[in-house]
Structure formats: structure tokens, C-alpha cells
């Protein structure tokens, strides 16, 4: 059984709205009625027919082939079915994703998975600022669903994340994890400056110390923690090698300045 | 081994003999209960500290009558079968109730468990419903505790003294079976012993059942009521080998002792496993080793759901 596939026609002179354009909502129409979908360019509306060849399939699966990083809002409000990008995402992906599973064969832009609630979404290149943070007004971040990111990722990883795992095999930007109010954040080449500033609660996993410890985090001293084992046996069947291979860690508890109850790992 | 019926040539004998490998079989059955039950997985960092721990949870736990509960290990895990990838040990424990049941597992979790040294405990099975089980322990950890959802379920890290006790949430409600049983009676107690440590070894091998009491082996086996008042159950008088002259006997001359196997198991099909495991290994031994019957326990078939007849289980 093979899914819907959508080919970008030529390289757009602007950027591309592909909020909408999901697995779910293509699933079961034909060629012809995928076509009349609207879409946005620069904010004018662009029937989907006049950018993308269209070649229907069967199933929840999508497979949409960029040319570019212009496609923005990809995936946006998923809820089930399977997205593959092969290439490029632009910025905005996965934001509110819900369920399902989206590939990104290349690089991600920024805000990918801002407000993502649960599902899968794998990068295997890098991905842009604001990875996994709120979405613009709301008060918490990523709430639910598994992120994996294969290269770096940029600034303001996992700001103010409330519940989920983000896996990066490379390294992060600055201000990682910063206000981050739970879940797990794992970057296994380390990070900028400000790492785990404002944090309240939640862990932040580094395969290599930071650039400089942030001076509100106390030192908790080296400790051996059953749970890292639990969640290397989960992150490795995702990421393979994002996750130190020890549960043997430098722990050091913070911010104190709000609460102190997250935690960074370092081994 | 070698099983095959013998007809009486005697018209008196109106019952047809089953003998298996010179032990015979009573035409009878063990009557067997439902009862509530949950799997939990203990691991720590060796087997030594899991053993430890589920040695400490699951003892005294031999009768629901006045343990609360029923538990025993089910088998050791290898580091690849646990969840956080150390050796541990899978535990089943049953009771009579659901609240009965949550209430033991919370107890010996947070006094057995929780208290040993490196020891995590994770859900060893799903079911229809959840029973806690870091769900209320948490609190020992006096708003320090973290909770982590992994895989969709949710953890709880409780600050300890040589690190974190980590436990999940919840486990599993099994819908079960226990009392199972199965009397073997020998010419003496080595032999009768030899015997039963067979069985026992064999149920041990078998996936979702348990042997509660000492070694898996009881010697004081119960009836229903007693002369006293006061007493619901009391000892089984009938296969008491000291009582032979007193009492309506059911042993032979020859019988010198009388052990039972009492077997909890997840199932009617793992019960039914157990039981054809530790009755084959007793017939193993068979007449040669001293064995001369097998029998079973039950009340008359008024109590138990769940009836196993000896001779069906062998055929």
C-alpha cells in the first residue's frame, strides 16, 4: 500500500503554508480533489494543484518532496498517519502535533514541535531555534511526544517544555532547556551558555558539560539513577546514541532561583 | 512412564484404578478459587540485592487466611528482559480482593522494596484495571519525588539515601486462580520430600504460577471447620498418619507421610501447566521412589469455581 505523494513543481518565489495538509485529511480523496485544496503562498491563496504534482494513493501516509526548505507549517495539528519529507522542512513543523509520525529526511526550521502533544517526530538533519518550545502566547511548551533530532539543534531548545522526550545526537544552542517546567530533554554533544536557566523542573541530559554550569544550580555530586537505564533502553530503539551510555551522573540541581527541582546530567 | 487403567477382576471393586509408573491416582480433584493477582518486576544492582528484596516482599505470604495475601518469585529476569536493563526477579502476588490486593502490594512494596538497597520496581503485567503501586509511596519522597513518563507510562524517582528509588505508577489487575493442589503420599518423608522438591522445581519452570508456602510444600493440609467454634478450618484428620487408628483414615499401612503442593497461577491454562508439571515429576519418581498415591484437596466442589481432576490432567 502506497501513500499520497505531493512534488513541488518548481522552487516557489515565496514560502509555502502547508497547514492542512496532513495524512488524515488527504486519506481517501483523489488526485483532482487534493488538487482544489487551498493553500498559502506569502499569504495568497494558491490552489495545492498549482505548486504540487499530485499523485494519490492509499492509507494515512504522505510523503511530500520540497525542493527547499520553504514548505512551512508542516504537519501542524497531526493527529494520526505517517508524514515523510524528503528534504527540508521550513519553520513551524509539528507545531500542536498530536499523534502519528513525521520524518524529516533534511534539516528542520525554526519552532518545530512548539506545542507538539504527542506523536513522533524524527529529524535527521538539524533543527532551528525555539525546537520543541511554546507556541507564540501560550504559557508552556512542548506537552507530550517524542522528538529526535539526528544533527544540532539551535537556541532556546525545550523553552518552558512541559511533559515529553526530545533526543539530539548533536549539540544544542544556547539557553537549553531554559524555563523548562518538566520532561526530559537529552543532547548528547552538549550545549551552549545558559543551559537550564530558569529551570523549574525536568531534566536536562548533556553528554558533555556546558560551556559553563549556570551559578544557580547546586551540586548534587555524582549519584547512579535506576531511571537512566529505563530511558536509554526507550532512546536508543529512537535515537541510537543520543543517550550517554552510563547511569552514573554529575547531578546538579536547579535553578534555585525557581524552586530547584530540575535537574542537569552530566557524566 | 507408563499410565494404564487396571479393572478390578473383584465385582466389590466397583472403582476403576488409574496407575501411573506404580503411584495411583485418585479419582478426585482439587478445587481451586478466583482470586485477584498482579505481577510486579523488582531489579536492583545484582541479583543478590533483587532476591533480597522480592525474598522480602513475597514471604509470609504463604495463605490468604491470615497473610493477606499469596506471593512468591515467579522467575529471575536476565538484565536484556527487565526494563531498566539490570538483573531482577518477576513476583506474582494474589489475594481474595482487589482492595485486599492493593492494600499488600502497597505494604510490602514500601517496606520491602523501597527500603533495599538499589532497588527499582516496575509493572509486570497490564489488565483491566490499575492497582498502585508508586502511585501513593511517592509521597515518602516529601515533594522531592520526580515524575518522568517513559514510553507513555509514568515513573516515579523518589530521593533515597544511596540515590533514587525508582517505581512505577501502577501495575496490573490479573484475574487468577489459586489453591490448586495435589497430595503425594509416600512410604516415608525423605521420600515424599525427594518428590516434592521435583514438583516444586517443575512449577517453578512454569510461566505465570507460583508455589506459596515453605519450599512450595505444605505438611498441614486443612478441612473445612473444627470442633471449636471459633475455628473455620482446622488439620486434615483423614490424611493424618498419626491418627490412622483414631480416625475415619484415608491412608494405607503403607503410607507413612502426606505433603501437598498448593499452586496459584495466573490462568486456568497456566494452572492447569503447573499442575501436569509437578504431577508428572512426582510420577517420574514414581512407586520405585516411595510414592504409592496421588490425591487432591477440595470442599466438596460447593466452593471453588474451578475444578481440576487429577486423572484429566494426566491423560
Given amino acids: 500500500m502506497s501513500g499520497t505523494t505531493l512534488s513541488l513543481r518548481a522552487a516557489p518565489a515565496g514560502r509555502i503554508d502547508m497547514t492542512g495538509v496532513l495524512p488524515e485529511i488527504l486519506a481517501g480523496r483523489t488526485a483532482a480533489e487534493i488538487e482544489k485544496i487551498p493553500l498559502r503562498v506569502d499569504g495568497v491563496p494558491v490552489a495545492l494543484g498549482e505548486c504540487f504534482a499530485v499523485t494519490a494513493g492509499e492509507g494515512e501516509a504522505l510523503t511530500i518532496r520540497p525542493e527547499g526548505a520553504r514548505l512551512d507549517g508542516l504537519g501542524r495539528d497531526m493527529r494520526t498517519g505517517m508524514l515523510r519529507v524528503e528534504g527540508a522542512a521550513g519553520h513551524y513543523l509539528a507545531q500542536g502535533m498530536r499523534g502519528g509520525e513525521l520524518i524529516v529526511d533534511g534539516d528542520a526550521g525554526d519552532c518545530a514541535a512548539n506545542g507538539m502533544r504527542g506523536g513522533c517526530l524524527r529529524i535527521a538533519g538539524n533543527a532551528g531555534d525555539w525546537?520543541?518550545?511554546?507556541?507564540?502566547?501560550?504559557?508552556?511548551?512542548?506537552?507530550?511526544?517524542?522528538?529526535?533530532?539526528?544533527?544540532?539543534?539551535?537556541?532556546?531548545?525545550?523553552?518552558?517544555m512541559r511533559r515529553g522526550l526530545v533526543l539530539v545526537r548533536g549539540r544544542a544552542g544556547t539557553a537549553c532547556g531554559a524555563r523548562m517546567r518538566a520532561g526530559t530533554l537529552v543532547v548528547a554533544g552538549g550545549c551552549g551558555t545558559l543551559a537550564g536557566f530558569g529551570l523549574r523542573r525536568g531534566s536536562l541530559i548533556l553528554g558533555q558539560a556546558p560551556e559553563a554550569m549556570p551559578a544557580c544550580h547546586g551540586d548534587a555530586g555524582i549519584v547512579t539513577l535506576a531511571w537512566l537505564g529505563l530511558l536509554r533502553r526507550h532512546a536508543e530503539a529512537i535515537l541510537p546514541g543520543a543517550m550517554p551510555d552510563t547511569s552514573r551522573m554529575h547531578r546538579y540541581m536547579g535553578d534555585l532561583a525557581f524552586g530547584g527541582k530540575g535537574e542537569i546530567l552530566v557524566p | 512412564m507408563r499410565l494404564w487403567r487396571e479393572h478390578p477382576h473383584s465385582p466389590c471393586l466397583r472403582e476403576t484404578r488409574v496407575i501411573v509408573n506404580g503411584v495411583s491416582i485418585d479419582d478426585t480433584y482439587a478445587e481451586a478459587f478466583g482470586m485477584k493477582a498482579t505481577r510486579i518486576v523488582i531489579t536492583a544492582a545484582s541479583m543478590t540485592w533483587a532476591k533480597h528484596a522480592a525474598n522480602a516482599a513475597f514471604g509470609f505470604a504463604t495463605s490468604v487466611?491470615?497473610?493477606?495475601?499469596?506471593?512468591?518469585?515467579?522467575?529471575?529476569?536476565?538484565?536484556?528482559?527487565?526494563?531498566?536493563?539490570?538483573?531482577?526477579?518477576?513476583?506474582?502476588l494474589f489475594a481474595v480482593s482487589t482492595k485486599e490486593l492493593a492494600k499488600q502490594l502497597e505494604r510490602?512494596?514500601?517496606?520491602?522494596?523501597?527500603?533495599?538497597?538499589?532497588?527499582?520496581?516496575?509493572?509486570?503485567?497490564?489488565?483491566?484495571?490499575?492497582?498502585?503501586?508508586g502511585k501513593n509511596l511517592r509521597y515518602f519522597g516529601d515533594g522531592w519525588q520526580m515524575s518522568k513518563v517513559v514510553a507513555g507510562r509514568r515513573y516515579w524517582?523518589?530521593?533515597?539515601?544511596?540515590?533514587?528509588?525508582?517505581?512505577?505508577?501502577?501495575?496490573?489487575l490479573l484475574r487468577s486462580v489459586g489453591g490448586g493442589n495435589f497430595l503425594v503420599l509416600a512410604r516415608s518423608t525423605a521420600q515424599a520430600l525427594t518428590a516434592c522438591e521435583a514438583?516444586?522445581?517443575?512449577?517453578?519452570?512454569?510461566?505465570?504460577?507460583?508455589?506459596?508456602?515453605?519450599?512450595?510444600?505444605?505438611?498441614s493440609g486443612s478441612k473445612v471447620g473444627s470442633k471449636y467454634k471459633a475455628l473455620p478450618a482446622s488439620t486434615n484428620d483423614a490424611f493424618c498418619p498419626t491418627l490412622r487408628g483414631a480416625t475415619k483414615s484415608e491412608l494405607s499401612p503403607e503410607v507413612e507421610t502426606v505433603l501437598e503442593i498448593v499452586i496459584d497461577a495466573v490462568d486456568d491454562d497456566a494452572m492447569k501447566t503447573a499442575m501436569r508439571a509437578g504431577l508428572d515429576a512426582v510420577c517420574a519418581i514414581g512407586a520405585d521412589g516411595g510414592i504409592v498415591r496421588l490425591s487432591a484437596g477440595n470442599y466438596g466442589g460447593?466452593?471453588?469455581q474451578f475444578h481440576y481432576r487429577l486423572r484429566e490432567i494426566l491423560a
Fill in chain 2, 302 to 304: 460447593k466452593l471453588g
Fill in chain 2, 65 to 92: 487466611i491470615a497473610c493477606g495475601c499469596e506471593a512468591g518469585i515467579e522467575r529471575e529476569l536476565s538484565p536484556e528482559e527487565t526494563p531498566d536493563g539490570r538483573p531482577g526477579v518477576a513476583g506474582l
Fill in chain 2, 108 to 133: 510490602r512494596v514500601g517496606q520491602c522494596v523501597l527500603t533495599c538497597p538499589t532497588t527499582a520496581v516496575f509493572a509486570g503485567c497490564t489488565g483491566d484495571e490499575a492497582l498502585p503501586l
Fill in chain 2, 157 to 172: 524517582r523518589i530521593p533515597v539515601m544511596d540515590g533514587e528509588f525508582l517505581a512505577e505508577e501502577t501495575t496490573g
Fill in chain 1, 131 to 160: 525546537l520543541a518550545a511554546a507556541l507564540i502566547g501560550d504559557r508552556a511548551g512542548m506537552g507530550g511526544g517524542v522528538v529526535a533530532v539526528g544533527g544540532n539543534a539551535g537556541d532556546r531548545l525545550g523553552d518552558r
Fill in chain 2, 199 to 219: 514438583a516444586v522445581a517443575a512449577i517453578a519452570k512454569t510461566p505465570g504460577a507460583i508455589a506459596p508456602f515453605p519450599g512450595g510444600v505444605v505438611r
